[in-house]
């Protein structure tokens, strides 16, 4: 009869299919998200580049520059040597300051040697920056994804940040395991704590904007922290997703 309601098995038949589609529909999203990310990481290596091959040649070439030129000055030129002596200094911190930018955008040990290298790195320069003193704990992981790789240490940048800007934290921790075909990750700190209401998923930066990069590659984090209290998050990624 024309019109008649679909059957027990027909019905499974148009489940399953709408959650082939589902999930299809979902993968392709993830992929996409995944592609939108890696040209964003590849613009910060650009620019980190740019940075350091140009700029920062061009800030090394003008500080010798004006060397050559304050040596070249005789013993009554002694306001001029001085202004000349400022420009120098002024030019060697801004050298600085393009070099550390440069590392920040893209350090160039992820790329050369790995995470874990690259988050010993990290935790040196928090420290060095007047941020808590963080212990790393780290298994080897060889054969990484370079991209789960970059995703790991933009999630630990993110953390010690909040630790050092944010919370004034003393100490951190960082711990960083591979289990049964999973990366877990710790990051915990000793600081002044937040409501965890405060982290919004969908923000597109901080720890709402790392939340949603996780799950482009199936991974999720969770977040304790309370007001005076610390704050420690937790992260799974799956190695092969």
């Known amino acids: 009869m024309s019109g008649s309601a679909p059957t027990g098995p027909d019905l499974h038949a148009q489940y399953r299919a709408l959650l082939q589609r589902l999930e299809a529909n979902e993968g392709e999203f993830r992929r996409l998200g995944r592609s939108v990310w890696r040209v964003q990481e590849d613009e910060r290596k650009r620019l980190a580049r740019e940075l350091h091959d140009g700029i920062g040649q061009n ?10 030129l304050g040596s070249a000055l005789g013993p009554g030129n002694a306001p001029l040597r001085e202004r000349v002596d400022a420009a120098i200094g002024l030019c060697a911190s801004t050298l600085d300051d393009t070099r550390q930018l440069s590392r920040l955008l893209r350090p160039p040990i992820l790329d050369d040697l790995g995470l874990v290298p690259a988050l010993r790195w990290l935790a040196r320069n928090i420290e060095q920056g007047g941020g808590p003193e963080v212990m790393l704990e780290a298994d080897a992981l060889d054969g990484i ?3 789960l790789q970059t995703l790991l240490f933009r999630f630990v940048q993110e953390a010690l940040n909040n630790a050092a800007k944010h919370a004034h934290a ?72």
């Not at 800030?59 to 050559?68: E, G, I, P, V």
């Not at 990051?187 to 002044?192: C, M, N, P, S």
């Not at 482009?216 to 799956?238: C, K, M, N, Q, W």
């Open 59 to 68: 800030l090394t070439a003008l500080k010798h520059q004006l060397a050559l």
């Open 170 to 241: 003393r100490q951190a921790r960082v711990l960083l395991q591979a289990r049964g075909g999973s990366i877990r990750l710790r990051v915990e700190d000793d600081g002044a704590g937040f409501d965890p209401a405060r982290v919004q998923p969908g923000s597109g930066s901080g720890l709402g904007g790392m939340q949603e990069r996780l799950r482009l590659y199936g991974g999720h984090f969770h977040l304790e922290s309370a007001p005076g209290e610390g704050t420690r998050i937790d992260a799974i990624v799956p190695i092969d997703d």
């Open 145 to 147: 994804d370079p991209d």
